[in-house]
């Protein structure tokens, strides 16, 4: 099993900042992808940034140029940094991971979330 530990969530004023912070453990023999999703209350579940182990990086289009994110496959975990943040921005975010166990079989890992909430 895989298992996904977020953390870094709150509540931050508009303009503000945050970073997130997920690690991965379990029966990881190597990480293919790691990213973040989010979902805002009544809307579906959206894709905020994805980074690959072949170094490919995509962002939604909203995120471009206030979020980063960054991964260290070494050491199985994924940051994202979010500056600039908009009220809209609120949501609960969720940790995903592409993993390769030591089965060698794919695995869709999901954290459990955690809620970044930004006042106007």
């Known amino acids: 099993q895989v ?12 303009g503000g900042s945050l970073r997130l912070s ?12 790691m990213g973040w999703y989010r979902q805002a209350p009544g809307k579906q579940r959206e894709l905020v940034a994805r980074s690959t182990g072949m170094g490919s990086i995509n962002y939604a289009d909203s995120m471009k140029g206030r979020f980063t994110i ?3 496959f070494a ?3 994924v940051c994202l940094q ?3 943040l908009k009220p ?3 949501a609960v975010y969720y940790c995903t991971a592409d993993v390769k166990d030591y089965g060698f079989n794919t695995v869709d890992a999901w954290g459990q979330g955690t809620q970044v909430t930004v006042s106007s």
């Open 22 to 33: 997920c690690a991965a453990s379990g029966r990881i023999s190597r990480i293919n992808a």
């Open 82 to 84: 979010m500056n600039s």
């Open 70 to 72: 960054s991964g260290d």
């Open 88 to 90: 809209e921005d609120t």
């Open 3 to 14: 298992q996904l530990v977020e953390s870094g969530g709150g509540l931050v004023q508009a």
């Open 75 to 77: 050491k199985n975990t």
